[in-house]
Structure formats: structure tokens, C-alpha cells
T-cell receptor
Framework: EDQVTQSPEALRLQEGESSSLNCSYT??????LFWYRQDPGKGPEFLFT???AGEEKEKERLKATLTKKESFLHITAPKPEDSATYLC??????????FGAGTRLTVKP | DGGITQSPKYLFRKEGQNVTLSCEQN?????MYWYRQDPGQGLRLIYY???????QKGDIAEGYSVSREKKESFPLTVTSAQKNPTAFYLC???????????FGDGTRLSIL
């Protein structure tokens, strides 16, 4: 069965302190890996899709990378408005989608 | 603006009662999904539909039912058979599979 594990569960950063969130996965044939941002009481907001190892995507202070076993979401010089829960999901060859439990990021001013 | 609308935002269920959560999308997406989100857990798939008048069970379908009579609408009924219904319910849609899903803002269901 596909598995997605995100670490750490929670991360507290000072404003401007760069860091990375991890998403490790086991899947029967990766069709795509997705990153989402979720604010409290809201639905997840789509950020990135990665399809193959070595691929990278960037958006403002966020950069997502992918290897054959894990993905990283790098946050450069974060701001308080980057505080949210970040979710990772993988889609396999059967088109089944599996979500991780998320990393709750808090950025202090 | 296109998007997914879920209603109500908050819902309370009494013992033995069935309740229905609404999900409407104007993105012209074929596929629609229902997820349940509990604290500390990943989203779990309840039901999904790839096309009108067709839907499949997800990982945790017991105690839930759905219908897909129109492309835009995918309501979820939480029946009295679902003994632990308190959760945050999310509806999503996608233009095709594989591909990213787009989510509504959820319905929080609680027990009275």
C-alpha cells in the first residue's frame, strides 16, 4: 500500500530563517507528487506538481524538489504569512491519491 | 471566478439523523472527490466520481453515501450508521486524473 510520511510534524521558525520540509513516500509507480498549503479552517490550496526525479518547481519563497523516495519543500527567508500546514500527496499508477498528515509551519516575526 | 463551494460551513448532527453536505463546482471538472480530515491524520478518501451517474468507494466509505446526478454537484450524506462522524469534510475536483485536485473550504460536522 502507498505510504506518505511528512516530517517534522511541526516546525517553528523565526522570520528570515530558511528551512526544509520533508515528504517521504513509497508508491507503486509514481504518477505525480503534489504540494498543498492549508490555512486553518480552509481547504488545501494547490502549490506544485512534480512528476519525475530531479524535477524542481519554484514559487516566491518556496521551492519543491523530488527524488525517487522523497520530496522537499524548501522555504527561503520565510515571512509570518507563510505560516500554514503544508500537505504532500502522491498519485500512483492506479490514479489513487494518498496524502501525508502535513507539517504545521509557524513563522514568528 | 471558478471554484468549489461547500455548504454549510458548520453542521450539527443529532443521534440517528442523516445529514447531507453540499458540494458544487463551476470548474467544468469531470472528477469529484470527498475526503475526511481528522487531526494528525492525512486526508482520507470517502468516495469519488469520475463521471456523472458513476461513483466508487474510497478507503472509508462505510456510513456514507453519495450521488452524482449532475456534473457540477456531488453531495455527501453522512448516515446514522457512521458512528464517529465528527470531522472536517473536504470536497475536491480535478480536470483529469492524474493531476492536482482543487478543494472547497470544507464543512465541519459535529455531534449534538
Amino acid at each position: 500500500e502507498d505510504q506518505v510520511t511528512q516530517s517534522p510534524e511541526a516546525l517553528r521558525l523565526q522570520e528570515g530563517e530558511s528551512s526544509s520540509l520533508n515528504c517521504s513516500y513509497t508508491v507503486s509507480g509514481l504518477r505525480g507528487l503534489f504540494w498543498y498549503r492549508q490555512d486553518p479552517g480552509k481547504g488545501p490550496e494547490f502549490l506544485f506538481t512534480l512528476y519525475s526525479a530531479g524535477e524542481e518547481k519554484e514559487k516566491e519563497r518556496l521551492k519543491a524538489t523530488l527524488t525517487k523516495k522523497e520530496s522537499f519543500l524548501h522555504i527561503t527567508a520565510p515571512k509570518p504569512e507563510d505560516s500554514a500546514t503544508y500537505l504532500c500527496a502522491v498519485q500512483d499508477n492506479n490514479n489513487d491519491m494518498r496524502f501525508g498528515a502535513g507539517t504545521r509551519l509557524t513563522v514568528k516575526p | 471566478d471558478g471554484g468549489i463551494t461547500q455548504s454549510p460551513k458548520y453542521l450539527f448532527r443529532k443521534e440517528g439523523q442523516n445529514v447531507t453536505l453540499s458540494c458544487e463546482q463551476n470548474l467544468n471538472h469531470d472528477a469529484m472527490y470527498w475526503y475526511r480530515q481528522d487531526p494528525g491524520q492525512g486526508l482520507r478518501l470517502i468516495y469519488y466520481s469520475q463521471i456523472v451517474n458513476d461513483f466508487q468507494k474510497g478507503d472509508i466509505a462505510e456510513g456514507y453515501s453519495v450521488s452524482r446526478e449532475k456534473k457540477e454537484s456531488f453531495p455527501l450524506t453522512v448516515t446514522s450508521a457512521q458512528k464517529n462522524p465528527t470531522a472536517f469534510y473536504l470536497c475536491a475536483s480535478s480536470i483529469q486524473s492524474p493531476g492536482p485536485q482543487h478543494f472547497g473550504d470544507g464543512t465541519r460536522l459535529s455531534i449534538l
